[in-house]
C-alpha cells in the first residue's frame, strides 16, 4: 500500500517562494506519472502540475512559469517549486500517483497548507 506524505508548506507574502515536497513509499513510484493538486476553502481539488515517469512536465495555465515539478525517483520524492506566489495560491495541497489516464488512484494524503497573505 503506497503512502504519500505531503510537506513544506507554510504563510509566505505575496512574491515569496515556497518548496513542497511529496514522499512516497513502496516501490512502484518510479513507474508511474505524479501529479501536485490543491484545494482552496470553498473549491473543489484542482490538478496544478504532473510529472511523468520519465520526466515530461504540464501545468495548469494560472501557474505557468511560476510553478516547476520535479520528481527525484532515487529518493521517492516529487517536488513542487513555487516561486512568485499569490494570494490566490492559498490552498491545501496535496500529491498522487496518476494513471494512465490521468487519474489519480493512491489513497490521499494530509496535505500541506500553503497561505500567501501580507
Known amino acids: 500500500q503506497v503512502q504519500l506524505v505531503e510537506s513544506g508548506g507554510g504563510l509566505v507574502q505575496p512574491g515569496g517562494s515556497l518548496r513542497l515536497s511529496c514522499a512516497a513509499s513502496?516501490?512502484?513510484?518510479?513507474?508511474?506519472?505524479m501529479g501536485w493538486y490543491r484545494q482552496a476553502p470553498g473549491k473543489q481539488r484542482e490538478l496544478v502540475a504532473t510529472i511523468s515517469s520519465g520526466g515530461s512536465t504540464t501545468y495548469v495555465d494560472s501557474v505557468k512559469g511560476r510553478f516547476t515539478i520535479s520528481r527525484d525517483n532515487a529518493k521517492n520524492t516529487v517536488y513542487l517549486q513555487m516561486n512568485s506566489l499569490k494570494p490566490e495560491d492559498t490552498a491545501v495541497y496535496y500529491c498522487?500517483?496518476?494513471?494512465?489516464?490521468?487519474?489519480?488512484?493512491?489513497?490521499w494524503g494530509q496535505g500541506t497548507q500553503v497561505s500567501v497573505s501580507s
Open positions: 498522487n500517483l496518476r494513471n494512465i489516464f490521468g487519474i489519480a488512484f493512491g489513497p
Open positions: 513502496g516501490s512502484i513510484f518510479s513507474t508511474y506519472a
